[in-house]
């Protein structure tokens, strides 16, 4: 994991993500994910090439696993494609 992407990093981004935008990750289980039956996601990590998620899925939890279409250089940028990715989701 680069430097961008430590742990700690990784975990700031999952924590506001979860805490703050639980819609949007459960989107992007649904729509990135394949997971049309999912009613909500949790982000367990992320990094410069995906993000890793939790989905629950008729009350399983499912392990997903979502690649991002480039790599990513930062947090900065990490949160400018997870905005892009959901703005492409809701057109």
């Not at 430097?3 to 506001?16: A, N, T, Y």
């Not at 935008?21 to 729509?31: D, I, N, P």
């Not at 994910?33 to 996601?41: I, K, R, S």
């Not at 008729?58 to 959901?86: C, G, K, S, Y």
């Amino acid at each position: 994991m680069s430097d961008e992407f430590s742990s700690q990093v990784s975990d700031r981004i999952c924590k506001h993500m979860n805490e703050d935008h639980a819609e949007a990750v459960a989107l992007y289980a649904k729509v990135y994910g394949d997971l049309a039956d999912a009613t909500a996601a949790q982000m367990l990590s992320i990094d410069a090439q995906g993000m890793n998620l939790q989905a629950q899925v008729n009350e399983e939890q499912v392990p997903v696993r979502i690649q991002f279409d480039r790599t990513l250089e930062n947090a900065e940028d990490a949160h400018h494609t997870l905005v892009a990715m959901l703005k492409q989701v809701r057109k």
